[in-house]
């Protein structure tokens, strides 16, 4: 699997606080067959702590150093999740898309906004927009998540809304979103190990109600193409 949003780089956000937590679950993952990770660091107004893109870097390389002495065949990809602001693409040139392609994920859920015209913007300045766990949105419903598939945004569901004993709103919403062909990535936005896990119950879960083949595709084939990997990973489930 590929997981294509994550805090699991240590120290910059509210996800894992130290490098011995981030390589604790970059073990894991690669035990529950996840074989590449996109760590997307909040980049936020709203959150209460701005991280410099140096520190993010140099805690980057860090990581990937950690993970080569270990011998873990995992790959480590650099991204971010902005939240929707005001100037968001003067931010997204600072160098804030996914691994330096035209993809980037943003988070609507912080304040209401109108999606529609930033997706047309954003499209406009050449970038490809991902819709991060669009489910948690509070003020849109699911037609008008459906609207905004169709005006071309990509919709990234977290695991953990998509697990056979979850039914609040979120997780209703996620798998409509599923049953209609709606999703393009489902990923495990991981603050901490306990989410992280829920990309295998997850991928059961998919693979279950929707077929393997779905599944592959959501987990794997769809992320590796947005980071730009030739052969998508395999799944080892
Ligand atoms: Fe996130």
């Known amino acids: 699997m590929v997981d294509l949003h994550t805090h699991i780089l240590h120290g910059v956000d509210d996800g894992a606080s130290t ?5 604790n679950m970059l073990i894991k993952a690669h035990e529950i067959g996840i074989n ?6 909040h980049v936020s107004l709203f959150r209460g702590f701005k991280t410099s893109k140096e520190l993010t870097e140099t805690h980057f390389n860090m990581l990937k150093d950690k993970i080569k002495q270990l011998g873990l065949s995992l790959h480590l990809f650099l991204g971010a999740e902005i939240d929707e602001h005001d100037h968001l693409v003067k931010t997204i040139k600072q160098g804030y898309t996914l691994e330096g392609s035209t993809y980037v994920l943003i988070d609507f859920s912080m304040r209401r906004a109108d999606v529609s015209e930033i997706l047309y ?5 050449g970038y490809k927009v991902i819709v991060a766990h669009p489910e948690r949105i509070s003020y849109l ?12 945004a990509l919709m990234q569901v977290s695991s953990s809304h998509l697990l056979p004993w979850k039914f609040d709103r979120a997780s209703r919403i996620a798998k409509r979103l599923l049953r209609q062909g709606l999703i393009d990535v489902v990923a495990s936005d991981a603050h901490h190990m306990e989410t992280l896990l829920t990309m295998k119950k997850s991928f059961a879960y998919v693979s279950k109600t929707m077929g393997n083949e779905t599944a ?12 730009g990997i030739q052969e998508p990973a395999n799944e080892r489930n």
């Open 216 to 227: 592959q595709t959501l987990f794997v084939d769809n992320p590796s193409k947005i980071i």
């Open 141 to 152: 419903n699911f037609h008008d998540l459906k609207q905004l598939k169709a005006e071309g």
């Open 36 to 41: 590449a990770i996109v760590l997307t660091p």
């Open 19 to 23: 490098v011995d937590e981030a390589v």
């Open 121 to 125: 913007d954003l499209r406009h300045s």
